[in-house]
């Protein structure tokens, strides 16, 4: 509805529009892209100076170890990431990136763990990494291969993982690795692994489209104390799934963050482009692409609160979660599309805001489960859904 705010609809509380107002104050003076800067070098001067700003508090849980609340919450985390993907892709991935490297420790954690490690997430001045993908075990996850032999109190971690965000500049590392207590995802567990350990090192870096801190990880023979260990042995793959159900709905609102960014610059550009004795805004064409775009992002929304706000009222969204991703991700990709083409030759001159956002979108389609994985959680949990309404007991 023109006037009002996406941040009035029922899934809100009043704190969360606040929030929405202060973050946007905060990233306007903040925020500037800087593709000259060192991409390690800009993340660690992000997750510092989004530690200092109070933000990361947001993406932990517990008060005594310096979260904004006991539980994490979702529609302030997604809010704060739709903000932060305006401004700058590479803000939204450190700051989201405290968050999926920390996650399992907030949900899963000892109390010793949350000590250790929580504080210095929510500060700034630890950063965090989830090591869960391997070469042969990216969708199929429940394929890794990495081993986690237990020795006495400690367990001999050999293997390794790739694709690892903030791989190469992260202070620790959630590793999944195989203990072998059953088959499959039932044979996994979860360690938090210090990036100094003895038999740990980054094997090599890799460079994406949209680029940031990314390696392949290597573990041989590295010895990580039995205390390091989160959840019991053989729950890994719970773990994973559980902290992903949190920030996948994230990647929807970053989606989302960069859709609406797109949909912004291409009304910029369709008013003030004059063609044809007209400006391109004023052409039934272009206003069918646009309304598109509109729609679609109100769609993606809708489903992104919806899942961020049944998780916050402690229900399972992990069809929830899986719907808004994968809606919120491709439509932002047809949004992005739209707004190069609106653009012209200008949409794809580097370091123009919509060719960035073209590159940013691309991998959020394919991480925390590619379209195709969110598809068939979807399926699943609805047919599972029918047979038990249609054949109950
Ligand atoms: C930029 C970036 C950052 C990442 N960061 C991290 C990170 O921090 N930590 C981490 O652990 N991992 C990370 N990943 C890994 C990511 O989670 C995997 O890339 C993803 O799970 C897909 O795995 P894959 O690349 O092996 O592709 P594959 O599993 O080989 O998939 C290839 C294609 O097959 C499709 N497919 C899968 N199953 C089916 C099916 N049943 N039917 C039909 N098609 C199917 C997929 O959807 C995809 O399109 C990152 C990846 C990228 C690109």
């Not at 990361?56 to 849980?61: A, C, D, F, H």
């Given at each position: 509805m023109p006037g009002s705010s996406y941040l009035d609809w029922p899934f809100f509380e009043p704190r969360h529009a606040e929030l929405a107002a202060e973050m946007e104050a905060w990233a306007r003076q903040q925020l500037h892209e800087d593709d000259s800067e060192d991409v390690d070098e800009a993340c660690r001067r992000l997750v510092r100076s989004l530690g200092a700003g109070g933000w990361?508090?947001?993406?932990?849980?517990g008060t005594a170890y310096g979260a904004a609340a006991e539980k994490i919450d979702t529609r302030a985390l997604c809010i704060l990431r739709e903000t932060l993907a305006q401004h700058s892709g590479l803000a939204d991935f450190s700051f989201a990136l405290q968050g999926l490297g920390s996650g399992a420790i907030t949900l899963f954690g000892t109390p010793e763990q949350k000590r250790k490690y929580l504080p210095r997430v929510a500060d700034g001045s630890a950063i965090a990494a989830f090591a869960l993908s391997e070469t042969d075990a990216g969708s199929d996850v429940a394929a890794l291969q990495c081993s986690a032999r237990a020795e006495g109190d400690a367990y001999i971690l050999n293997g390794e993982k790739t694709w690892i965000s903030n791989g190469g500049i992260a202070d620790f590392y959630v590793v999944f690795a195989r203990t072998?207590?059953?088959d499959g995802a039932k044979g996994i567990t979860t360690f938090v692994v210090d990036a100094e350990t003895a038999g740990f090192h980054v094997a090599e870096r890799l460079e994406v489209i949209a680029p940031h801190p990314l390696a392949r990880l290597e573990f041989r023979d590295c010895r990580v104390p039995a205390v390091q260990r989160i959840g019991e042995a053989g729950q890994g793959f719970k773990v994973a799934m559980a902290t992903l159900d949190v920030f996948r709905t994230s990647v929807a609102a970053a989606a989302l963050g960069f859709a609406r960014r797109a949909l912004r610059e291409a009304l910029r550009r369709a008013t003030s482009r004059k063609m044809f004795g007209q400006a391109l805004a004023e052409f039934q064409l272009t206003q069918g692409k646009l309304a598109e775009m509109a729609t679609g992002i109100d769609a993606a929304a809708l489903l992104t609160y919806r899942a961020a706000w049944l998780r916050d009222r402690g229900e399972r969204v992990t069809v929830e979660a899986a719907m808004a991703k994968m809606t919120a991700t491709e439509t932002a990709q047809r949004v992005i599309d739209a707004a190069v083409q609106i653009f012209g030759g200008l949409g794809v001159r580097k370091n123009e805001t919509v060719e960035r956002l073209y590159r940013e979108i691309r991998p959020l389609r394919i991480y925390e489960g590619a379209t195709e994985v969110q598809q068939l959680i979807i399926a699943r949990g609805i047919i599972k859904a029918f047979q038990e309404q249609e054949q109950p007991g």
């Open positions: 990361l508090k947001y993406t932990i849980g072998g207590e059953g």
